[in-house]
């Protein structure tokens, strides 16, 4: 009787082992394409990622880049103040895009263009994502309002 207790602890043990490799292997295999790494134009410039490679871009709207082109196509450029990225979007950008105001685009990186399938804008006047502000204040470029 007490061996057959020990061989079904032992069984229930190993069972519930394998269920949580197995449950964590579902997530990791679930999440590949959700995981989006962020990156700043000089990281990109750096080290360019493989043309397969989605992630998010993010830094400031170059003044005087914006150009619109035939359709909903519309290029531009994305800096953090050192590296400067040219950026394709095809699509309606959000009401609150604008030249030197901070955004975060995913995509992918192209033959040296940054092809964008999503465009973020800061949503107020004072708002820009926590990994731009991050990327700014290491370039020594961010000029946010203290508050």
Same mark, same amino acid.
């Given at each position: ?5 020990? *061989? ?17 292997? $579902? ?17 990109? $410039? ?6 397969? +490679? ?5 830094? $400031? @709207? ?24 040219? @950026?394709?979007?095809?699509?309606? $950008?959000?009401?609150?895009? +604008? ?15 940054? +092809? ?15 990994? @731009?502000?991050?990327?700014?204040? +290491? *370039? ?8």
């Amino acid at each position: 009787m007490k061996n057959l207790k020990k *061989q079904r602890r032992i069984q229930v043990i190993a069972l519930a082992t394998v269920a949580l490799v197995l449950s964590t292997a $579902l997530i990791g295999y679930a999440m590949r394409d959700g995981i989006n790494f962020f990156r700043a134009p000089t990281q990109i $410039l750096a080290e360019p990622p493989a043309p397969t +490679e989605v992630f998010r871009i993010g830094g $400031l @709207v170059e003044e005087g880049s914006i150009v619109r082109g035939q359709g909903e196509t519309i290029r531009f450029s994305v800096t953090d103040g050192n590296g400067v990225v040219p @950026v394709t979007y095809t699509g309606v $950008l959000p009401d609150l895009f +604008e030249e030197n105001q901070g955004m975060v685009g995913t995509g992918s990186y192209i033959n040296g263009v940054f +092809e964008a399938s999503e465009i973020l804008a800061k949503h107020d006047e004072t708002y820009m994502p926590a990994e @731009v502000v991050d990327m700014l204040k +290491e *370039q020594g470029v961010y000029k946010g309002t203290e508050g």
